[in-house]
Nanobody, 126 residues
Framework: QVQLVESGGGLVQAGGSLRLSCAASGRTFNSYAGGWFRQAPGKEREFVAAISRGGGITAYHDSVKGRFTISRDNAKNTMYLQMNSLKAEDTAIYYC???????????????????WGQGTQVTVSS
């Protein structure tokens, strides 16, 4: 069993930066791929970034490439999302997720993730 808790959200001006953290409990977090998703008001939840269990492979939605960086520290059972050059359209609730499968790959689809956090609000003012 893995529990995920996000933190680091808040209000920031356009062009600013935030770093989200996802703290995991449970001994198996480092065996699972991780991901970040977001849901803006009135929209469906969408993929943002993913990382393999070892951290060596990452993937990003085109809209955040070059601005966001996903990383993880398995010794600390924590995954991160560094967000730079934030835009108003990045405003959303951000969720972290863990796949729950023992695999060296990464996943971009929601249904590949079994464990989810409660989300943290990110608001970017223009």
């Amino acid at each position: 069993q893995v529990q995920l808790v996000e933190s680091g959200g808040g209000l920031v001006q356009a062009g600013g930066s935030l770093r989200l953290s996802c703290a995991a409990s449970g001994r198996t977090f480092n065996s699972y791929a991780g991901g970040w998703f977001r849901q803006a008001p009135g929209k469906e939840r969408e993929f943002v970034a993913a990382i393999s269990r070892g951290g060596g492979i990452t993937a990003y939605h085109d809209s955040v490439k070059g601005r966001f960086t996903i990383s993880r520290d398995n010794a600390k059972n924590t995954m991160y999302l560094q967000m730079n050059s934030l835009k108003a359209e990045d405003t959303a609730i951000y969720y972290c997720a863990a796949s729950g499968r023992y695999s060296g790959s990464y996943y971009t689809a929601e249904h590949e993730y079994y464990y989810w956090g409660q989300g943290t609000q990110v608001t970017v003012s223009s």
